[in-house]
């Protein structure tokens, strides 16, 4: 079956700019999660959501970042007046409710020049 | 202090040989533990995970992890590398109940 899947692949913006990535998760998976990896790091968690509603935002890093899931599929990532530190590869993931496995989508390369 | 800590950042092995990497988990995760693997441009897959019940657990190509509550370790381990087992390793614990936490990574490089 189909996987996690993460649109578009690699964005390449200019600072100041806005943007939006996208993610489709596993039919079936209530749970979906987003994590950002800078280079040479391990992901780290940015907010989860259970169905439509976020359930854990605690890793947004300041207010400009902003995540939706208005029908409990389909999840945007909405990033607000880029800056160079926001360049990393963001990451989707989904699971079942209640799963201990994280099936991770092969991410979003994000470039603020 | 970091939740996982995973105490190499880089392991060249030649192949054929075995490997160890190695991971920490501090009190303030779970114990429930995971080894993700990156290969080269493709996205994180789960290698192993123990949740519960045996403290060895094992993968479909050969790598295995032992729990080990004392030490509050997570280690991997195969017994003989492929040049295919290139890749970078992650361990993750869970911090809550749905919040995943990494180290920061090993890249294995196995060297003919």
């Known amino acids: 079956g189909a996987g996690v899947s993460q649109t578009p692949s690699n964005k390449v913006t200019e600072k100041g700019k806005y943007v939006e990535l996208r993610c489709d998760p596993i039919?079936?998976?209530?749970?979906l999660y987003w994590y950002r990896q800078s280079l040479g790091q391990g992901p780290e968690f940015l907010i989860y959501?259970?169905?439509?509603?976020?359930?854990?935002d605690s890793g947004l890093p300041n207010d400009r970042f902003f995540a939706v899931r208005p029908e409990g599929s389909v999840s945007t990532l909405k990033i607000q007046r880029t800056e160079r530190g926001d360049s990393a590869v963001y990451l989707c993931?989904?699971?079942?409710?209640?799963?201990?496995?994280?099936?991770f989508g092969p991410g979003t390369r994000l470039t603020v020049l | 202090a970091q939740s996982v800590t995973q105490l190499d950042s880089q392991v060249p092995v030649f192949e054929e040989a075995p490997v160890e990497l190695r991971c920490n988990y501090s009190?303030?995760?779970?114990?429930?533990l995971f080894w993700y693997v990156q290969y080269p441009n493709q996205g994180l897959q789960l290698l192993l995970k123990?949740?519960?019940?045996?403290?060895l657990v094992e993968s479909i190509n050969g790598f295995e992890a032992e729990f080990n509550k004392s030490q509050t370790s997570f280690h991997l381990r195969k017994p003989s590398v492929h040049i295919s087992d290139t890749a970078e390793y992650f361990c993750?614990?869970?911090?809550?109940?749905?919040?995943?936490?990494f180290g920061q990574g090993t890249r294995l490089t196995i060297n003919p």
């Open positions: 993931a989904s699971s079942f409710v209640g799963g201990r496995e994280q099936f």
């Open positions: 039919s079936g998976h209530t749970a």
């Open positions: 959501f259970q169905g439509t509603g976020a359930a854990d």
């Open positions: 009190s303030s995760v779970s114990v429930y």
């Open positions: 123990y949740l519960s019940g045996s403290t």
């Open positions: 993750a614990a869970y911090q809550g109940a749905q919040k995943l936490v």
